[in-house]
């Protein structure tokens, strides 16, 4: 079976940085498009980041200049880099991943999220 387990969430300052990571394990053939998204009470779900297999990244306008996706294919791994972070910011992040965990059978999965709390 596969999951995705998240680290690296917390508590900072305005202006301070924070660095998630999100590991893949389990039966895994290949691994199509990763992204982060975050939850803030309230509000729906909403896409930060996402990198395809090939590296291509894409970013939601409120974090753009901010915030950087990268993966560790090697390591089955995805990272969000968060930099300047602002109170709105606050949420709980969520990484997925579209795994093929074998030539023919795909599903998305999810990670169990992490706490981002931006508070002065």
């Known amino acids: 079976q596969v999951q995705l387990v998240e680290s690296g969430g917390g508590l900072v300052q305005p202006g301070g940085s924070l660095r998630l990571s999100c590991a893949a394990s389990?039966?895994?053939?290949?691994?199509?498009?990763m992204g982060w998204y975050r939850q803030a009470p309230g509000k729906q779900r909403e896409l930060v980041a996402a990198?395809?297999?090939?590296?291509?990244?894409n970013y939601a306008d409120s974090v753009k200049g901010r915030f950087t996706i990268s993966r560790d294919k090697a390591k089955n791994t995805v990272y969000l880099q968060m930099n300047s972070l602002k109170l709105e910011d606050t949420a709980v992040y969520y990484c997925?991943?579209?795994?093929?965990?074998?030539?023919?059978?795909?599903?998305?999965?999810w990670g169990q999220g992490t706490q981002v709390t931006v508070s002065s």
């Open positions: 389990g039966s895994i053939f290949s691994i199509g498009p």
């Open positions: 997925n991943a579209d795994i093929f965990s074998s030539s023919w059978q795909r599903r998305v999965y």
């Open positions: 990198v395809t297999s090939g590296g291509t990244t």
